[in-house]
């Protein structure tokens, strides 16, 4: 069987929020190597006693490790039937992590909001599995 003629035709789209993702989880994992470097905090240790700083550049991307899984899950399965709509709603989430890191990189953890929007993607691809799950069901 062809994976071209089973998947929607608008699947690149989704194709294509995952590479943006690639894109975002590298730039994260940079800074974090970075900030290692500057502030003189060694492997294995997580998390600084003296600077904040790093430890908000390390929790930025530690949090969205934290939820990147789930959302690959909700992202494919909502892609499967809504490519496009999951698309839309991937590449908010994405770019709300780079907003949410960009704010926690300031140091002051609140500042993280700035990424709140980021809900709109990815509660959007939740219930749109949801929907795919119901379809399959029968149930409309």
Same mark, same amino acid.
């Given at each position: ?26 730039? +994260?994992?940079?800074? #974090?190597? %970075? /900030? ?13 006693? *003296? ?32 490519? +496009?709509?999951?698309? #839309?709603? %991937? /590449? ?13 990189? *300031? ?34």
């Amino acid at each position: 069987m062809d994976m071209l003629t089973v998947l929607p035709s608008n699947f690149g789209y989704a194709i294509f929020t995952y590479l943006y993702s690639w894109i975002m989880l590298g730039y +994260l994992a940079v800074k #974090v190597g %970075g /900030a290692r470097k500057k502030f003189d905090v060694k492997y294995p240790t997580m998390y600084s006693d *003296t600077h904040q700083v790093f430890n908000c550049i390390q929790r930025a991307h530690q949090n969205t490790l934290e939820v990147y899984a789930q959302w690959l899950v909700f992202q494919t399965i909502a892609a499967l039937v809504y490519p +496009l709509s999951a698309a #839309v709603l %991937g /590449a908010i989430w994405v770019t709300s992590r780079f907003s949410y890191a960009w704010g926690y990189y *300031t140091g002051d953890p609140s500042k993280r909001m700035y990424g709140a929007y980021g809900y709109i993607g990815y509660f959007g691809v939740i219930f749109l599995s949801i929907s795919v799950a119901l379809q399959l069901l029968g149930v409309f």
